[in-house]
């Protein structure tokens, strides 16, 4: 039995951090799902950046160019499409597991971090027109989304929380989730409004790298993570949470991010070795996807009560890295970037229109 396929039995989801239309075209993506247990996926600016350079998108640039007066419009005619095959292909695992699993996700434009009432407006309509119930909306879980992140969740709007890196910003996710569950509550509305919070984990170690000795090298991220995974079990054992379930709502999954080894030096599965936890999703790029189906290696679940995590985390408070600082800035060093790489794209799109339409 492959790797994966053992990960998926033991209660783990496999996503793949990718999506392109050749993908799409070729047959690649269903291979995945069939071959590599792969039922859902993730995305983001960079990878559609890298689509619509190679030129797989020009026809529709052409087409789409003409009636979409704005770039962003114009990017998201592009990425609902794709979006949507995506959806069809993981729609079976969806209705399969009564929609725990099977989802698809694109992001609302980071230039809305500021804006909750425009963000939580902006995430429903991305939802309403890429139509098919397993589409989830991404919303950066920075100290300016959450309010967007319960706002959006009242409303009943899939979320992906993203851009989280330590406990504390899961936590906090995690509460502005369940508040907008709560409201939806008190207001008697359905309580099933799906939602996975994503914490990022190699670019701990890749941001510690050559400041710390050797015997703690690749260990951060493992630790923040393992310490996540038990405040993850802890809330759902909570009384807050169970009353929440036994009225009719669904855990917010959690998913680690950002599991592609930064260090070549270390082994390039050690974040899904690492990381095998049941009711949680792993999301891969392929290079590591098709690691851990060559090598990987599966054990026993982590230790839901963090291991000696909180040892190692110490380790490295005396090696000199704060640890909480590192995490808010990670996690504003990423929403820059999130920015950055969204107004590339955009640049990307003007130039592609400009090719096309010479």
Do not use: C
Not at 295 to 318: C, K, M, R, Y
């Amino acid at each position: 039995m492959k790797a994966t396929a053992q990960l998926q039995e033991l209660g783990q989801s496999l996503w793949l951090d990718n999506i392109t239309r050749e993908m799409l075209d070729s047959g690649q993506l269903q291979r995945y799902a069939d071959e590599y247990s792969i039922s859902g996926l993730t995305s983001n600016p960079s990878i559609f950046d890298k689509a619509i350079k190679s030129g797989a998108y020009d026809d529709e640039i052409r087409r789409k160019a003409a009636v979409a007066a704005e770039r962003e419009m114009l990017f998201f005619e592009l990425a609902i499409e794709d979006l949507r095959r995506a959806a069809d292909l993981f729609a079976p695992v969806h209705r399969r597991t009564a929609g725990v699993d099977g989802w698809v996700s694109l992001e609302v434009s980071p230039l809305l971090a500021y804006d909750t009432a425009r963000s939580v407006r902006a995430a429903a309509d991305l939802h309403a027109r890429a139509g098919r119930e397993n589409v989830f909306i991404k919303i950066p879980g920075t100290e300016q989304g959450l309010a967007a992140i319960e706002e959006a969740t009242f409303a009943g709007v899939p979320i992906n929380v993203t851009l989280l890196f330590s406990r504390e910003q899961y936590l906090a996710s995690a509460n502005a989730y369940m508040r907008g569950i709560e409201r939806r509550l008190k207001a008697g509305l359905d309580l099933n409004v799906p939602s996975v919070a994503s914490v990022f984990i190699s670019r701990w170690d890749a941001a510690v790298m050559g400041r710390v000795p050797d015997h703690l090298r690749g260990r951060l991220g493992l630790a923040v993570g393992l310490t996540t995974y038990q405040a993850y079990r802890q809330l759902m054992d909570s009384n807050r949470w169970q009353r929440l379930a036994n009225a009719g709502a669904r855990v917010q999954r959690l998913l680690w991010a950002s599991t592609s080894t930064k260090d070549p030096d270390l082994p390039d599965t050690m974040y899904i070795d690492g990381l095998r936890a049941p009711h949680t999703i792993n999301t891969m790029p392929e290079s590591t996807l098709r690691a851990f189906v060559d090598h990987g290696q599966v054990g026993e679940p982590i230790a839901a009560d963090g291991g000696d995590a909180e040892a190692t985390l110490a380790q490295f408070e005396s090696a000199g890295i704060d640890v909480d600082g590192l995490a808010a800035r990670l996690q504003s060093d990423g929403a820059r970037s999130f920015v950055e790489s969204w107004k590339d794209l955009l640049s990307r799109i003007d130039d592609q229109v400009a090719a096309v339409a010479a």
